[in-house]
C-alpha cells in the first residue's frame, strides 16, 4: 500500500464547475496536510494546509480533512482553466517528514 | 531575490562527467530539503539539512553528494551519474525541522537534469 494514494487522472471537468480532488494516506499518526499545485514544467506551489477534522476554506478552495477515514480532499469552485495543473497531496507524519502523492492531473474545459 | 533559487535551470551531462546543483533560499529558513521527481512517480525526498547538519539520507547512491555550508545554501555534486537519474531535482526550505505541523516547504523552481 502505497503511503499517499492519489487517482493520478486526468479529471477534467467544465468551466464553473466544482473540481474535487482526493487523497487517502496510511499513517494514522500523519499530523498535517498539504495541498500543493504545480504546472507543467514548473515547482509545486502551496495551495493551502490543514490538520484539523472539518473544512478549511481559502477563496476558491476548500480543504477536507478526515482522520478517522484517513482522507483529505480539495475542493476548486468555479473551477478555471488557469487552475489546469497536477495537485499534490503531502502529508506531514510525527517523524516530520512530508510524503508526496503521485498527484491528480486536472483538465479544466472552457 | 525572493523565496528559494536554483541554478541550472537546465543541465545535460555525460555520465563520466561531474556537475553540481545550486540551491539558495532567502526566506530564513533553517531546513533545506533536495527532492528527486521522475515522470509518473511522487516526489521523492533524497536529503535533508537542518542548521548545516544532515539529518536524513534517504538510501541515496553515492553518486549524490550534498553539501550545506550554511543555512542559507545547499548543492548536489553529482558524479557518474546514470540516464535513470535524468529528472526534475528540486529544493525547498521551511522553517524548522521536525517542527510545528503547519510548518511548510517552499520549493525552488527545479534543475531539469539529463543524462545521456
Known amino acids: 500500500q502505497k503511503e499517499v494514494e492519489q487517482n493520478s487522472g486526468p479529471l477534467s471537468v467544465p468551466e464553473g464547475a466544482i473540481a474535487s480532488l482526493n487523497c487517502t494516506y496510511s499513517?494514522?499518526?500523519?499530523?498535517?496536510f498539504f495541498w500543493y499545485r504545480q504546472y507543467s514544467g514548473k515547482s509545486p506551489e502551496l495551495i493551502m494546509f490543514?490538520?484539523?477534522?472539518g473544512d478549511k476554506e481559502d477563496g476558491r478552495f476548500t480543504a477536507q480533512l478526515n482522520k478517522a477515514s484517513q482522507y483529505v480532499s480539495l475542493l476548486i469552485r468555479d473551477s478555471q482553466p488557469s487552475d489546469s495543473a497536477t495537485y499534490l497531496c503531502?502529508?506531514?507524519?510525527?517523524?516530520?517528514?512530508?510524503?508526496f502523492g503521485q498527484g491528480t492531473t486536472l483538465q479544466v474545459k472552457p | 531575490e525572493t523565496g528559494v533559487t536554483q541554478t541550472p535551470r537546465h543541465l545535460v551531462m555525460g555520465m563520466t562527467n561531474k556537475k553540481s546543483l545550486k540551491c539558495e533560499q532567502h526566506?530564513?529558513?533553517?531546513?533545506m530539503y533536495w527532492y528527486k521527481q521522475s515522470a509518473k512517480k511522487p516526489l521523492e525526498l533524497m536529503f535533508v539539512?537542518?542548521?548545516?547538519?544532515?539529518?536524513e539520507n534517504n538510501s541515496v547512491p553515492s553518486r549524490f553528494s550534498p553539501e550545506c555550508p550554511n543555512s542559507s545554501h545547499l548543492f548536489l555534486h553529482l558524479h557518474t551519474l546514470q540516464p535513470e537519474d535524468s529528472a526534475l531535482y528540486l529544493c525547498?526550505?521551511?522553517?524548522?525541522?521536525?517542527?510545528?505541523?503547519?510548518?511548510?516547504?517552499?520549493f525552488g523552481p527545479g534543475t531539469r537534469l539529463t543524462v545521456l
Open positions: 525547498a526550505s521551511s522553517q524548522e525541522w521536525r517542527t510545528t505541523s503547519t510548518d511548510t516547504q517552499y
Open positions: 499513517d494514522r499518526g500523519s499530523q498535517s
Open positions: 490543514i490538520y484539523s477534522n
Open positions: 503531502a502529508v506531514k507524519s510525527n517523524t516530520g517528514k512530508l510524503i
Open positions: 526566506l530564513g529558513h533553517n531546513a
Open positions: 539539512y537542518s542548521l548545516e547538519e544532515r539529518v
